[in-house]
């Protein structure tokens, strides 16, 4: 959800993830919640983002509304988006390569004073 | 019915640089408590604290909409400028097994606020609302949450011309004020930008009278 804001950016989203560590854990699997948030997701985006985060295996390159009838897709989707998380490493501007690092899970976005 | 459980005090993490759970954040916590069977019906999915602080708040929120006859599975976002508070937020979470809430250390919405427009459905917000001279406002550290400036306004002022934009059609804020923030008044302005208000509580702390300020679109019901 997070896009770059630092002032005169244009292309600031979607952020390259540069991963240090990732972690794991089990998240209820939910299909109302998955059907709910499937139209905010940025496809292209979520699945650079999987790639990084080593999850994309079985996600297909396009997908679209017709998928979330299928159980094998919204498994699949419910991990890559609820149970694989960026515990250590930066997120990057894919315009400026300013890094924002991640640390036990926290993204600090702060700006210094001459990007806002 | 019975009652349902909010986050718990022993189970809450704070140091001297982040703002300590007090009347305000319990006086909102109940409000939210008592509130919370709406979302039954209305369903909130994607829900966000500003200032998240403890992660008293945003915790309970977490356990509330948990508990209700229909779990709400929503997307959880706390943000705070301050990363003490994050990480303050992080262990009071953890410590309650909530794992599903994203925090994120940003000055106001930063760089959520493009991606988030009409998604909110839950805005949570104790700002800092005591009235002080306008640099205190800037000055950082722990006064940041609470000093608000003139009137106890400056940051409020900041985040409710941003509401029309953030909300989602049946989006709510709940906001904490105090008297000399005139929460009838800010209820009056944001009539103008299609919202309805309402003094949600209200209590008497030591030295000032808190309301909880609720605003929503015109069109929905409460």
Not at chain 1, 92 to 109: H, Q
Not at chain 2, 64 to 78: C, D, I, Y
Not at chain 2, 192 to 201: D, L, M, S
């Amino acid at each position: 959800m997070l896009s770059c804001h630092i002032k005169n950016v244009r292309n600031g989203y979607p952020f390259l993830i540069e991963v240090v560590k990732v972690s794991e854990h089990e998240a209820d699997f939910d299909p109302d919640f998955l059907k709910h948030i499937f139209p905010r997701i940025n496809w292209p985006a979520f699945l650079q983002g999987a790639v990084s985060l080593g999850c994309r295996e079985g996600l297909p390159e396009e997908a679209n509304e017709s998928m979330l009838e299928d159980e094998g897709f919204l498994k699949r989707f419910h991990h890559a988006l609820l149970e694989v998380f960026l515990e250590e490493g930066s997120l990057v501007c894919p315009e400026t390569g300013r890094k924002f690092p991640v640390s036990k899970g926290i993204p600090n976005m702060l700006l210094n004073e001459d990007e806002c | 019915m019975s009652e349902l459980a909010v986050a718990e005090i022993k189970h809450t993490h704070w140091d001297s640089n982040v703002y300590e759970p007090s009347d305000d954040t319990f006086l909102l916590v109940d409000v939210l408590q008592g509130y919370a069977r709406k979302w039954e019906s209305s369903k909130p999915r994607c829900c966000l604290e500003l200032g998240c602080g403890s992660g008293f708040v945003i915790t309970s929120l977490a356990l509330l909409l948990r508990q209700l006859s229909t779990p709400v599975r929503a997307q959880l976002l706390a943000i705070d400028h301050s990363p003490a508070a994050a990480e303050a937020t992080a262990r009071t979470l953890r410590s309650h097994q909530v794992e599903d809430v994203e925090v994120v250390i940003t000055s106001l919405f930063g760089p959520l606020l493009e991606r988030l427009q009409g998604c909110v459905d839950v805005l949570l917000f104790n700002p800092p609302y005591v009235p002080t001279p306008d640099e205190e406002v800037e000055r950082g550290g722990i006064a940041s949450a609470w000093a608000g400036g003139w009137k106890g306004r400056r940051v409020i002022d900041r985040v409710l011309p941003l509401l029309p934009k953030l909300l989602s059609p049946s989006g709510e804020l709940f906001m904490v004020t105090v008297t000399e923030n005139e929460p009838q008044g800010i209820i009056d302005e944001m009539k103008v930008h299609g919202f309805q208000g309402r003094i949600a509580g209200q209590r008497q702390a030591d030295e000032e009278t808190l309301s909880i300020v609720h605003l929503w679109r015109e069109a929905s019901s409460t």
